[in-house]
Nanobody, 123 residues
Framework: QVQLVESGGGLVQAGDSLRLSCVASGRTFSSYHMGWFRQAPGKEREFVGA????????SYADSVKGRFTISRDDAKNTVYLQMNSLKPEDTAVYYCAASTYYTYLKKGTADSWGQGTQVTVSS
């Protein structure tokens, strides 16, 4: 397993951009598919997006498609979530996750989870 630490959250205004980072420990990061999830107060955790181990395939929730972009830098053991045109409904704790199964990752099953980083978007 890998250990994951997210950073980059904060308070922004609607329409602003933010980039989240998730740094993984361990030398096997490049073999993991990586995903981002979020959980708003009183709601269940939901899938935001995922990137496969090679970076050649990405998948996004309809609610963020066209606004959010996932990328990875295996040399830095880091996966990023670039969030543009943020909306108040994007307010949530954002978690990154790692899995050896891409399909299961998109459904919320992961080998490792980070502790989360808060993103708050004011209107």
């Amino acid at each position: 397993q890998v250990q994951l630490v997210e950073s980059g959250g904060g308070l922004v205004q609607a329409g602003d951009s933010l980039r989240l980072s998730c740094v993984a420990s361990g030398r096997t990061f490049s073999s993991y598919h990586m995903g981002w999830f979020r959980q708003a107060p009183g709601k269940e955790r939901e899938f935001v997006g995922a990137i496969n181990w090679s970076g050649g395939s990405t998948s996004y929730a309809d609610s963020v498609k066209g606004r959010f972009t996932i990328s990875r830098d295996d040399a830095k053991n880091t996966v990023y979530l670039q969030m543009n045109s943020l909306k108040p409904e994007d307010t949530a704790v954002y978690y990154c996750a790692a899995s050896t199964y891409y399909t299961y990752l998109k459904k919320g099953t992961a080998d490792s989870w980070g502790q989360g980083t808060q993103v708050t978007v004011s209107s």
